[in-house]
Structure formats: structure tokens, C-alpha cells
């Protein structure tokens, strides 16, 4: 089999969405499909290369307030570019205009009725009753438009599903297939890294892991923060990732006067490595389509304490404690609490057996090969 995968964002980009499609791609590739990648150059990388067998063309894009913008006549060779494939699908990723969009026009002028697949990884974030407003305007017309223009709707949780259904999806063409991860990657030791990194080897650290946007909830980890290292003292809160929120966040810190405790790391490409110093894992996100972080922290056997938010709950197992969100009152208290009681080694090594047996990379992919051979036969009765 053979697929043309049309992504915003792919490595060396940072983030979970570009984490996804690359997994995505390198699990299929293992499993003996031919993996092409349409995707911009928001993240750098070379126009044409291949990487763990996965083969990779990049175009180039305007970058507007962090979004990829990609030249239509790029876009446009998303149909170009699955032809000299033979491509047997197309699969595309998020509902953003400048890719999906245009790729799915593409696919409509130049390839008709050709096999096709979206996958939706995220749901909608409140920003005020307007621009909420024009997004779900945006979802019941544009979103709608491309779920109507592929044979299957992949939706990364229940959340994204029932937000997919909101804005007119067909129920009949969702599927729920989440995220993975590879758990043979989480098997680093502590003690190396927190040396590594100047970070007291007895002292307790708690780590964040996500791009700094208001979304993610960094901000309120930080509020809950100061009533935890009045308890705990010599306690370090790990930061990894970077973003807009970066400037107001550490003056956040001195605000606070907690400033030697928070640790900005920036953007990393170790995340497996670090989470292993992590004693917990804090995910305070405002909106989240799932918690492949929550995963993530699973395979390593670390505790967490997330937000109960979109597709968190789906994630969460015995290992994890789920709190409300955008409070860092209830944030704290619920770290002060994990850190004084911490879930027992069986919980926690139940909690990462079930991630091995549910949410490995080659388990996910499979179940994608399914959607993929269901698109093709759909398309040849047509």
C-alpha cells in the first residue's frame, strides 16, 4: 500500500501534532506501507529528504502568528505529488485552511473520487464569545466541507468526535483511533539526568512538557506552584517547550518570588529522557483533543496530574489524577497531594502495561491500515 500524508506540521518542528504524523508514518513504514509526506517548512528541514524510511517533500510557507500559510500553488501539488506516488489513499491532518483545505481542493479538482482520510486532532478553545464564534462558524462550513470531501473521519478521542459531530460529521464516518507511543523509549534513568541538568538529585521536581500558549495552562501551574514550594521547600518545576507565553511566564516566577525554582529548558528533542527525572507530571491544559502526554508519563511510570479536559479523561488511568480546570488552587492541592501519597508501584505498573497493550505505535497504525483498505474499496464500488 501506499500513502500520501498531508500534515502542517512535521519534524523539526516540536509539538504533538507533528510527533503524531511522523510516529504515524515511521509505524506504517515498519509495516511494509510507502509513506510519502506533504507538509510545509514551518519548522525548517530540507525541501526533499527521507527519514526512518518515511520520504518527505516540504514546501515552502508564510509563517502568521505561528500558523503555516502555505502558497496555494503548493498546496495544489498535493494531487501532483500522490499521482507520481500512486498513491492507493491521501490522508490528511487537522482542519487547517492552508493545508487540508487546500490539499482536499486539490484532491476534488485534479483526483475526483480518490481514497481519502482525515484525521481531527483537536477540538474548539474559547477565546472570547466572538472569535469562538467565527471558529465554530469556521467548523460548520469549512471543517464540515472536508469531513463531506473523504470516505473516513479519524478523530483522535471521544471529545474531538463529539465536537466533530456538533458541527455536522456524520456519525457513521468517525472512528476513534487516539495517539500511541513507542514505551521501550521511557526506560531512562533519573539520577544521570537531573546531574545532567544541575537539579538536586534528592529533591522532587515536577515537569511540564508542552509549547507555552495560553491553552496549554503553564501559567496556572506556575500560580500553583508558589503554594507547593512553601510545603515541599527545595522543590523544582521543570519546563519543557517554548513559545509566545515564554516572556510573561518568567516574569510570572518573579512575580511570585518562586523564580529559583522554575526551570525553563526550552524546546527539547530528549522529552523521553526528561520525563524520567520528572516525579510528577503535571498537564494543566485549558482544551486538549487528547493526552498523548498522559500517555507518554504512563510508559515511564510516573505519576500525573492532569486537567479534566477534552480527551484527558480518556487517557487517564490508575496512575493519574484528574482535577478542574484554569484553578490552580485545586492544581495545587492535588500535587501536595501526590507528592505526599504517590500512587503504588502496582498501580503505576498496571497503569503502563495497559499503555503497551492499548496504545503502541504498531497497534494505532494497524488500525489506520484497517480505515485505509476500507477507503479503497469504498471508492472502487463508486
Not at 500511541?180 to 522532587?204: D, W
Request: glycine fraction near 10%; charge should be positive.
Amino acid at each position: 500500500m501506499k500513502v500520501c500524508m498531508v500534515a502542517a506540521y512535521f519534524p523539526p518542528y516540536i509539538g504533538g501534532y507533528a510527533r503524531h504524523v511522523f510516529e504515524l508514518s515511521k509505524a506504517l513504514v515498519r509495516q511494509g506501507v510507502r509513506v510519502v509526506v506533504v507538509t510545509t517548512r514551518a519548522g525548517g528541514g530540507k525541501p526533499r529528504e527521507e527519514i526512518c524510511g518515511v520520504e518527505i517533500h516540504r514546501f515552502p510557507c508564510l509563517n502568521i502568528y505561528k500558523l503555516p500559510y502555505v502558497l496555494v500553488p503548493s498546496a495544489l501539488k498535493v494531487s501532483k505529488v500522490a499521482r507520481e506516488l500512486e498513491a492507493d489513499v491521501l490522508h490528511f491532518h487537522g482542519r487547517l485552511f492552508s493545508t487540508s483545505v487546500l490539499g482536499v481542493v486539490s484532491k476534488n479538482l485534479f483526483l475526483g473520487d480518490f481514497p481519502s482520510v482525515l484525521t481531527l486532532h483537536g477540538v474548539n478553545v474559547y477565546y472570547g464569545k466572538f472569535l469562538t464564534g467565527l471558529a465554530h462558524l469556521y467548523d460548520l462550513t469549512v471543517s464540515r466541507y472536508l469531513a463531506k470531501s473523504v470516505n473516513y473521519v479519524i478523530a483522535v478521542s471521544g471529545a474531538v468526535r463529539n465536537y466533530a459531530l456538533s458541527y455536522g460529521v456524520p456519525q457513521w464516518k468517525i472512528s476513534v483511533i487516539p495517539g500511541g507511543v513507542n514505551p521501550e523509549l521511557f526506560t531512562e534513568k533519573a539520577v544521570k539526568r537531573k546531574e545532567e541538568l544541575g537539579l538536586p538529585v534528592e529533591g522532587l521536581v515536577l515537569g511540564f512538557v508542552g509549547r507555552l500558549y495560553p491553552t496549554k495552562g503553564c501559567d496556572v501551574l506556575i500560580k500553583a506552584s508558589k503554594k507547593v514550594v512553601e510545603k515541599f521547600g527545595d522543590l523544582k518545576v521543570v519546563v519543557v517547550g517554548d513559545g509566545p507565553q515564554r516572556g510573561e511566564l518568567e516574569k510570572l516566577t518573579l512575580k511570585l518570588g518562586i523564580r529559583e525554582n522554575i526551570v525553563f529548558l526550552g524546546e527539547r528533542r530528549d522529552v523521553e529522557g526528561l520525563i524520567a527525572l520528572f516525579d510528577v507530571v503535571v498537564i494543566p491544559s485549558i482544551a486538549e483533543g487528547f493526552g498523548l502526554t498522559i500517555l507518554e508519563a504512563t510508559a515511564a511510570g510516573k505519576p500525573v496530574v492532569a486537567s479534566n479536559v477534552g480527551g484527558h479523561p480518556e487517557a487517564a488511568l490508575g496512575n493519574t489524577t484528574l482535577v478542574e480546570p484554569n484553578s490552580p488552587d485545586k492544581l495545587a492541592e492535588a500535587l501536595m497531594k501526590v507528592l505526599d501519597n504517590p500512587p503504588s508501584r502496582e498501580v503505576v505498573e498496571k497503569a503502563r502495561e495497559t499503555v503497551k497493550e492499548r496504545y503502541e505505535w504498531s497497534k494505532i497504525a494497524g488500525k489506520i491500515r484497517g480505515i485505509y483498505e476500507e477507503a479503497v474499496r469504498e471508492a472502487r464500488k463508486e
